[in-house]
């Protein structure tokens, strides 16, 4: 089966004037179509980057990014948007809500992109907020919202589309324990009905939870529970 | 969906966007408005007619004389119209209005790099859920499409007041020449270039944050311009400051040069012949009969002017002499040590002006002789030059005694005297010094003349009547009072006020556009600050240090621009002296006053970001990023 996302040796340097920083060295990774990944590691080791190479919201500066078989390296603004719109949802640890439109809005605006109708998006927004819970809030503006309330729009926004692939960047982040929990069962869900999820944790515990767990270390993999010698395994 | 069904739904989110933004939204409008504006009447003005002469006949010289005139008389005679004093004028104020709409355009580039630098993250957010450059091209198209519209209609309504007032101020002496008729280089300066601006820089400037690198935008914690992106505002917002300092300074310069028109060359005029230029009364009247009988009438006019009660001096010129216009043409003179290119050269000429005056009109007019003498009842084949035509003598020879000729083949005219330069106030006078040389008119007696009534120390009311009939008894044909000379200038010297008026009007826009940039600029340093400024709080910086701070900032700014006014004024005031030759390139009061007021306005921008440094939360700010 042709894996979802493919990295061979991918590497990211960022530059600034003449210093460079080295963000992520040699990375080989496969991801499975319908796979909940969790991506742990201290601080500063990559673990952003790596989910922001894999959302197609960066460029590696070496390495080969293969998306359902397709090299991503070549691909125009354009497409990349394309593909982020149809086959990526993105859960952002900020949140990332847009706080001049209200929350029904913010969760339609993939579908706007996508070229769905006003009605339809509606439809549609307001079926994703009612599984996150908040459908009730569609009227509301971000900042009228609880953190915990926020992260679940965010998750609403990032499933509305139905994407095959859920990129989680520390959406526990922000969170107390008991909102953190909620938004871990919700991605959790998703990820049972068939979506496969990359999520970047700290947290050991919600790390568990998924089928795979991949350690990064200044900016390599040093850990990988699918990797040859590992017990890991993909089970839903 | 159909295609018109998108356009109105995309239109829709447009304004829904401009709303959101409405800020923003309305500092662009009025910034293009406000330009637009002013400019478009300014652009609209144009000749339509020429402007009335300053002495009626005027432009008839060569016919006033008729059958008997000087040999070689010249038949060019400088009205206003032709005047390119004039028409230099209504340029400097195009070039003006045109550096306002520049200063828009930068105001909108500044704004919209400003908008764009603040939705930064929204952009960046839009395109991480799917929109491609083309949608955030398209959809920033729209939004800047539909703030043209609005900017349009508020540019229409300010031209209209605009215009209404521009017509309704326009100065006598320019009502028949000027007309607002906007035409295409109006319509281009005032309503494209502004809204074009716009339209370019508004998806531009949206363009990098949905195609560069998405990943660190959205991971910020506020959305702030890059630095080069700040410099780039903070220069403009420097030239803002450098054109509206320069604007308000020329402007000043310009009013108090009309003042001074009105009042303080009266006063030097009147320490020469204390009742000329605030009493001395003009009357232009027509003489009978041929060239005998005019020179007879004229000599019997001046006789019984002399003798009448209350007036203390009396004398004739060829019309518009006493501002310094009339016939022009080339002269020859003798000048036996000048040089040409370091040879020797005797025999001399130049363009010069010439007149007729009557005898003891320079005194009448309260102008002295420099050197030598004024014309006398008994002159004939004399006559007296002016200072800028004794500069011809290069310093070497004394004019005095030597001979002038009118033309290539007239009569040689003995030089009796050097009197001081006449001419015409206001921005209809001639570019620079004008060489000129009076013949004597009981000589060569024209149709029609000027009369200069200088009733000593009494009112020229008291004597008016007398006037009058002193006229008629003389036989003249006809006889019109002109008022009095000190009216006369000050007529002349309103279109410069007008001008001084208008530039003020067009500073104060650029100023408004300047509050605008200074204080985007000001707000966005104290948002790149957020972090220092909380720091500097939780450190247990006195509010004050923080205000002094952000006030420092804007100080420079203020500083940085008067460095460049200053360059900016002098071209400005030198422009401007080329129009209006006695106006000063240098008033320290002015200079003053105008830094003061650009001081002000800064200060008022400054503290709409000290109120935004004085709301930054240390615990906020600290728990960011």
Not at chain 1, 28 to 37: K, M
Not at chain 2, 182 to 191: D, K, Q, R, Y
Not at chain 2, 534 to 541: C, H, I, N, Q, T
Request: hydrophobic share 50%; glycine share 10%.
């Amino acid at each position: 089966m042709t894996p979802l996302i493919r990295l061979e040796g991918v590497g990211k340097v960022f530059r600034d004037g003449s210093l460079a920083t080295r963000a992520l060295s040699d990375i080989d990774l496969e991801i499975a179509p319908g796979e909940y990944v969790a991506v742990a590691g201290p601080s500063g080791c990559g673990k952003t980057t790596l989910l922001s190479l894999l959302g197609l919201l960066d460029r590696p500066s070496q390495g080969t990014y293969l998306l359902h078989g397709r090299a991503t390296a070549q691909l125009s603004a354009g497409e990349r948007a394309r593909i982020r719109n149809r086959q990526i949802g993105f859960i952002f640890q900020s949140f990332n809500l847009i706080g001049d439109l209200s929350v029904g809005d913010n969760v339609a605006l993939p579908l706007k992109y996508g070229g769905v109708r006003r009605g339809e998006r509606r439809r549609r927004a307001a079926e994703a907020l009612d599984r996150v819970g908040m459908i009730d809030r569609a009227e509301q503006f971000p900042a009228q919202l609880s953190g915990g309330q926020q992260q679940r729009v965010a998750v609403a926004r990032a499933i509305v589309g139905r994407p095959p692939l859920l990129l989680a960047d520390e959406p526990t982040g922000n969170l107390d324990s008991a909102n953190g929990a909620a938004v871990i069962e919700l991605i959790r869900e998703l990820h049972v009905e068939g979506a496969a999820v990359v999520m970047v944790t700290h947290d050991p515990r919600y790390a568990g939870l998924a089928d795979r767990e991949i350690h990064l270390f200044d900016g390599r993999i040093v850990h990988d529970d699918r990797a040859p010698g590992s017990e890991g395994d993909v089970a839903h | 969906m159909s295609r018109t069904e998108l356009l109105l739904q995309e239109l829709r989110d447009a304004g829904r966007a401009l709303g959101r933004a409405r800020r923003h939204a309305a500092a662009l409008a009025l910034a293009i408005a406000i330009s637009g504006g002013i400019a478009l009447p300014i652009f609209s003005i144009r000749p339509a007619g020429d402007i009335p002469p300053v002495a009626a006949g005027q432009g008839q010289v060569r016919r006033l004389l008729v059958g008997h005139w000087p040999a070689g008389w010249g038949t060019t005679v400088e009205t206003p119209a032709q005047n390119a004093g004039v028409l230099a004028s209504r340029d400097l104020l195009r070039t003006f209005a045109a550096l306002a709409v520049a200063m828009a355009c930068a105001t909108v580039a500044a704004l919209v790099l400003s908008s764009a630098a603040a939705r930064r993250r929204e952009v960046a957010l839009r395109a991480a859920v799917g929109a491609g450059p083309t949608k955030v091209l398209w959809e920033t198209a729209l939004e800047a499409g539909l703030l043209g519209v609005m900017a349009v209609c508020g540019l229409a309504a300010i031209a209209l007041v605009t215009g209404a007032a521009t017509s309704a101020t326009r100065p006598e002496l320019l009502r028949s020449w000027l007309l607002l008729r906007p035409g295409v280089a109006a319509l281009a300066v005032g309503l494209v270039a502004p809204t074009l601006a716009l339209l370019l820089f508004a998806p531009l400037a949206a363009l990098p944050a949905a195609s560069w690198r998405l990943a660190p935008t959205l991971a910020a914690a506020h959305s702030t311009a890059p630095p080069a992106e700040g410099s780039l505002r903070h220069a403009l917002a420097i030239g803002q400051l450098a054109a509206a300092l320069s604007l308000l300074i020329g402007a000043g310069l310009l009013l108090r040069a009309s003042e001074a028109r009105r009042s303080n060359d009266a006063a030097r005029q009147e320490a020469a012949s204390p009742a000329l230029a605030s009493r001395a009364s003009l009357w232009e009247v027509a003489a009978p009969g041929d060239a005998p009988r005019r020179a007879t009438f004229y000599g019997a006019l001046l006789q019984r002017l002399a003798n009448l009660p209350g007036v203390g001096a009396a004398s004739v010129a060829s019309p518009g002499t006493w501002v310094g216009q009339g016939a022009e043409g080339s002269l020859v003179f003798t000048c036996p040590r000048c040089a040409n290119g370091g040879i020797g050269t005797p025999i001399a000429w130049t363009q010069a002006q010439h007149h007729l005056v009557g005898p003891g009109f320079f005194a009448t007019l309260g102008v002295a002789p420099v050197r030598g003498r004024e014309l006398s009842p008994q002159d004939a084949h004399v006559a007296v030059i002016n200072r800028s035509f004794e500069a011809h003598f290069q310093g070497v020879v004394d004019p005095i005694g030597q001979f002038v000729r009118i033309g290539a083949t007239g009569d040689w005219y003995r030089i009796v005297g050097v009197v001081a330069d006449v001419r015409a106030p206001g921005i209809g006078a001639s570019l620079g010094m004008q060489p000129a040389v009076y013949l004597p008119l009981l000589e060569y007696a024209p149709l029609t003349a000027d009369v200069v009534v200088s009733s000593g120390a009494r009112p020229a009311g008291g004597t008016q009547a007398a006037v009058q009939a002193a006229i008629a008894e003389a036989g003249a044909l006809r006889a019109a009072p002109r008022g009095t000379l000190r009216a006369g200038l000050a007529r002349l010297a309103a279109p410069l006020a007008w001008l001084g008026g208008a530039m003020l009007a067009l500073a104060g826009a650029v100023l408004l556009l300047a509050l605008h940039g200074v204080s985007a600029v000001a707000i966005d340093d104290v948002r790149r600050r957020r972090r220092e400024l909380a720091v500097r709080s939780a450190l247990g910086a006195d509010p004050l240090r923080i205000v002094a701070s952000v006030l420092a900032r804007g100080l420079w700014t203020v500083l940085a621009g008067a460095a460049w006014a200053t360059e900016g004024a002098i071209l400005v005031a030198w422009l401007l002296q080329r129009t209006s030759p006695a106006m000063r390139v240098f008033d320290v009061r002015i200079y003053a006053g105008a830094l003061a007021i650009v001081c002000a306005v800064a200060l008022v921008a400054s503290l709409i970001a000290v109120r935004a440094a004085l709301g930054v939360e240390p615990r906020e700010a600290l728990a960011e990023d």
